[in-house]
């Protein structure tokens, strides 16, 4: 069974910055792409930004460009997002995502995804 966790929210202020993990169990890790998304209370569920298994790869939502970085360490089956100079709008809940397929390139939708952590709450004070 794939188990997916997030750590890292929390709360701070606009220009700060804030650094998500994510560990997955089992052997999914390192052949899936992985991805963030986030939900902000009211709005549907976004993708924010994707890795591919291979880390050869990246995709950002125009609104983080240049502002957060994603990468990720095989070894230990970790993902992370690196959040700098963050805005109110940046609040939401964080989620990690593991793709259904295997070796597959980045998707911004949920349903190419089929395991998700419990989620992180990221709140930017203004």
């Known amino acids: 069974q794939v188990q997916v966790l997030e750590s890292g929210g929390g709360l701070v202020q606009a220009g700060g910055s804030l650094r998500l993990s994510c560990t997955v169990s089992g052997t999914v890790f390192r052949s899936r792409a992985m991805a963030w998304f986030r939900q902000a209370p009211g709005k549907e569920r976004e993708g924010v930004s994707c890795i591919t298994w291979s880390d050869t790869k990246t995709y950002y939502q125009d609104s983080v460009k240049g502002r957060f970085t994603i990468s990720r360490d095989n070894s230990k089956n970790e993902l992370y997002l690196q959040m700098n100079s963050l805005i109110p709008e940046d609040t939401a809940i964080y989620y990690c995502?593991?793709?259904?397929?295997?070796?597959?390139?980045?998707?911004?939708?949920?349903?190419?995804?089929?395991?998700w952590g419990q989620g992180t709450q990221v709140t930017v004070a203004s």
């Open positions: 995502a593991v793709q259904y397929s295997p070796y597959g390139s980045c998707s911004d939708s949920p349903s190419s995804y089929n395991h």
